[in-house]
């Protein structure tokens, strides 16, 4: 089955910077690539997806980017502020049935 | 509103004793699926379900049972509760399956003692 690994598991950034957080998977057949943010106390809601098709797709402050060959994409936030600290999730799932596979999350912190 | 309700959203309870979350959802979604949060562990796939009366296991299924006797209703059963089953629990929809967006329930936060 499908493995995805999130890399850093925590992710501190001052205010204005920017954040990146990676993740590999395992089949070479997933297509879909959504990414969750989960503030605290809070349930887990789509920021930005993309599809096996598309290599980056932006979204105002965040992109995502994906590398089919390497198995791997990524989550940017550019001019990170408060709000942005949250748990980021990404997953990875192969068809319309079928499992959704979630990293272990990242926990990013915005210091002002 | 468009939501995903589930209940309760607290549960203290003790070992062995059965209980019964429910999920329940508005949006006329086919697709339902439990998860357990853990810290380090990210969102783990307990069951989904493709639709009425079809229902699969996800990655840890062991302790836990579903059904889907209604399209809106999802509930996730412990027979007998064990601590390990301590977690927070999301119940989640989307319209087209694992491809589409999942909207997330309020969670449970479960402690088996």
């Known amino acids: 089955g499908e493995n995805v690994e999130q890399h850093p598991s925590t992710l501190s950034v001052q205010e204005g910077d920017s954040a ?17 943010k989960q503030e605290l106390g809070k349930r887990p809601q789509l920021i930005i997806d993309i ?18 060959t390497a198995k791997h994409f990524s989550l940017h936030i550019t001019e990170t502020q ?16 079928g499992k959704l596979q979630f990293g272990a999350g990242t926990q990013v912190v915005v210091t002002p | 509103e468009a939501q995903v309700t ?10 062995g004793k059965k209980l019964t979350v429910t999920c329940s959802q508005n949006m006329n979604h ?13 969102l783990r796939q307990i069951y989904y379900s493709m639709n009425v009366e079809v229902t699969d296991k ?24 064990s601590p ?8 989640a929809s ?7 967006e999942a909207f997330f329930g309020q969670g449970t936060r479960l402690t088996v003692v």
Not at chain 1, 52 to 64: L, P, T, W
């Open chain 1, 51 to 68: 599809r096996s098709n598309v290599g980056e797709k932006k979204d105002q402050r965040i992109a995502v980017t994906l590398n089919k």
């Open chain 1, 20 to 36: 990146v957080i990676k993740c590999t998977y395992s089949d070479s057949a997933s297509n879909y690539f959504p990414w969750y």
């Open chain 2, 58 to 81: 996800g990655d840890v299924p062991e302790g836990y049972k579903v059904s889907r006797k209604e399209k809106r209703n999802f509930p996730l059963i412990l027979e007998s509760p």
């Open chain 2, 30 to 42: 086919e697709y339902m699926s439990w998860y357990r949060q853990d810290p380090g562990l990210g």
């Open chain 2, 6 to 15: 589930q209940n309760p959203r607290y549960l203290i309870t003790v070992t």
């Open chain 2, 84 to 91: 390990n089953q301590t977690s927070l629990y999301f119940c």
């Open chain 2, 94 to 100: 989307s319209a087209g399956g694992g491809n589409t």
């Open chain 1, 82 to 97: 408060p709000e942005d600290s949250a748990v980021y999730f990404c997953a990875a799932t192969l068809d319309s049935w």
